[in-house]
Nanobody
Framework: QVHLVESGGGLVEPGGSLRLSCAAS????????MGWYRQAPGKERELVAT???????TVADSVKGRFDISRDNAKNTVYLQMDRLKLDDTAVYYC??????????????WGQGTQVTVSS
């Protein structure tokens, strides 16, 4: 079992910054990918950014240059630094961990979500 706990969401004005954190615990294997997805009202969940345990990031074009993803493998924690936030960034942000478990295959785990609201 894997447990993901997110923090750092909130209300911010356009142009402002927020930093999200997600700490993973439980049955975590050394090789995994952690990251963030978001879902705005009436829209499908979309990828924001992910990063492998080898520190290789993938960032969506919509946030490239504004958002930065990083991780601390010793703490099983992933961070999302969000700068120059826009109204369109308003969404529930979900932490995700995916890993290949021996004899079980690919697993996806999700956090409970944290609300990010960009509003003036």
């Amino acid at each position: 079992q894997v447990h993901l706990v997110e923090s750092g969401g909130g209300l911010v004005e356009p142009g402002g910054s927020l930093r999200l954190s997600c700490a993973a615990s439980g049955s975590i294997f050394g090789i995994n990918t952690m990251g963030w997805y978001r879902q705005a009202p009436g829209k499908e969940r979309e990828l924001v950014a992910t990063i492998t345990s080898g520190d290789s990031p993938t960032v969506a074009d919509s946030v490239k240059g504004r958002f930065d993803i990083s991780r601390d493998n010793a703490k099983n924690t992933v961070y999302l630094q969000m700068d120059r936030l826009k109204l369109d960034d308003t969404a529930v942000y979900y932490c995700n961990l995916r890993q290949v478990v021996p004899l079980e295959g690919l697993q996806y785990h999700w956090g409970q979500g944290t609300q990010v609201t960009v509003s003036s």
